[in-house]
């Protein structure tokens, strides 16, 4: 038995999911249910490469408690606690709220939260969406910039995660469409987020071949805005 080992990490899977995309839209009647479903699990994936560190220690294990709060410091400042707030119009996606001095540093302990070993399972998508939006995750742990998405796009995501991806992944034999304008625009979305998350200069990317995700998140872009339908008046 052959015992060569084929290895696999989380941007090789992101360079898949892309060449996937693109390649779709090569076909003369591509499918844009596969083109937003692909651009969506690059979006995930690149949330999980900007946010697992060195030891994946925010992305595999999820937040057992429903406010997801999180209480931290900053240097030798007061304790500050943040938590799950609604977004308006979204049934799923949210963001923490701004952070909030809950006075002296009180015992607790952000591993209560967790469920489970360090190796159980990756977080949620919306977890990672709210982590992304939030300075504790992204400025003071990923020494990165914190993405800004605003009420519209956050509910465009939730969408597009609903109504299209867990649709497409989990499909029931029947007939199911969407409109094209729809799928197009949430693939550009994702596909902004990513670049943001990927391609802007931070301290992780010296390890990525950068310049090649940037050019295919270009051309799928470009190609996705040229089959744009006009918006009915």
């Known amino acids: ?31 844009y249910f596969r083109i937003a479903v692909e651009v969506h699990n690059v979006l995930l994936r690149s949330m999980v490469e900007v ?4 030891a994946n220690s925010f992305v595999v294990r999820g937040l057992i408690n429903r406010t997801k709060q999180i209480y931290f410091t900053i240097g030798s400042g007061p304790q500050i606690m943040i938590q799950k707030e609604k977004v ?4 799923h ?44 995750f992204m400025e003071y742990f990923s020494q990165t910039t ?6 519209e796009d956050l509910h465009t995501l939730d969408w597009l995660h609903e109504m299209i991806r867990n649709r497409y992944e989990h499909f029931v034999p029947q007939s199911y469409g969407a409109p094209i ?17 990927l391609v802007e200069p931070t301290f992780i990317h010296a390890m990525h071949d ?24």
């Open 1 to 31: 038995m052959n015992a060569k080992l084929d290895f696999i990490q989380n941007i090789d899977l992101i360079h898949n999911n892309l060449d996937h995309a693109y390649y779709e839209l090569t076909k003369s009647a591509p499918s």
């Open 51 to 54: 946010l697992k560190g060195t």
């Open 88 to 91: 308006e119009n979204c049934n």
């Open 93 to 136: 996606a949210w963001r923490f709220s701004k952070p909030e001095t809950v006075g002296e540093i009180e015992n607790h302990s952000n591993d209560k939260r967790f469920e489970g070993s360090s190796n159980d399972y990756l977080v949620g998508f919306y977890d990672l969406l709210a982590m992304i939006q939030c300075d504790y």
């Open 146 to 151: 914190t993405i800004i998405i605003n009420d």
């Open 181 to 197: 304008i729809d799928l197009i625009e949430s693939s550009l979305l994702c596909l902004e987020i990513c670049t943001k998350l």
């Open 210 to 233: 950068d310049e090649k995700i940037k050019e295919v998140i270009n051309n799928i872009s470009v190609k996705l805005r040229e089959r744009l339908p006009e918006k009915d008046n």
